[in-house]
């Protein structure tokens, strides 16, 4: 294989701000196709070893398909620095004490933070299913607290439907979701 941008590639790479100088420059560079780009890993350090400005080295990488996280952005008023950052949308929080869990976090595992466990498992009240997080993943139904689970049940065979049975639960006062408890467990449901 050629170490050498093809023409059209050449051609998009142009288009995208480079010049004539600067493909001699990356050919210097060994910079000859895609997986090269994969290599160098971000629009800034492209900048550091070509010579680029930052916005060409930007559009170069979003077209091989390496796209830039934003920079946190500073902000100042009077005396005071607000730092703004800006987080994957992949991260996950512990449920309890709002930690950032580490990259190999798999769902259940306890938060090094403060020991718990960072997603707790919810049970489905539609479709009778466990998970983690807000929604279930089998149904689509909004998880109730664990403690109204129950209630949830009860609403279900009354014929209450999937999206209104947690909205109703939030709005229930405790005295009414005892009084529903008593009655399920009395055996009148």
Not at 71 to 100: F, L, M, R, W, Y
Not at 103 to 121: F, I, R, T, W
Not at 159 to 185: D, F, N, P, W
Request: hydrophobic letters at 30%; one cysteine or more.
């Amino acid at each position: 294989m050629e170490n050498t941008f093809s023409i059209l590639e050449k051609a998009i790479l142009k288009s995208k701000g480079l010049t004539e100088e600067n493909l001699e420059k990356f050919a210097e560079l060994d910079i000859y196709s895609k997986e090269s780009f994969a290599v160098i890993g971000n629009a800034q350090t492209l900048t550091d070893i070509s010579g680029i400005d930052l916005e060409t080295a930007k559009k170069v990488m979003e077209w091989v398909g390496i796209h830039t996280l934003p920079i946190p952005v500073v902000q100042k008023e009077e005396n005071t620095v607000t730092v703004v950052n800006v987080e994957d949308s992949n991260s996950v929080k512990c449920t309890h004490c709002a930690h950032k869990q580490p990259h190999d976090y798999k769902s259940g595992d306890l938060c090094p933070n403060c020991g718990k466990q960072a997603e707790p498992m919810n049970h489905c009240y539609w479709c009778y299913n466990t998970g983690s997080g807000s929604f279930c993943r089998s149904c689509g139904a909004e998880y109730a607290k664990n403690l109204d689970y129950e209630i949830a049940v009860l609403l279900k065979r009354e014929g209450v439907s999937k999206r209104e049975i947690v909205k109703e639960l939030s709005a229930m006062e405790e005295s009414e979701k005892e009084t529903k408890l008593t009655q399920l467990r009395s055996g009148k449901y």
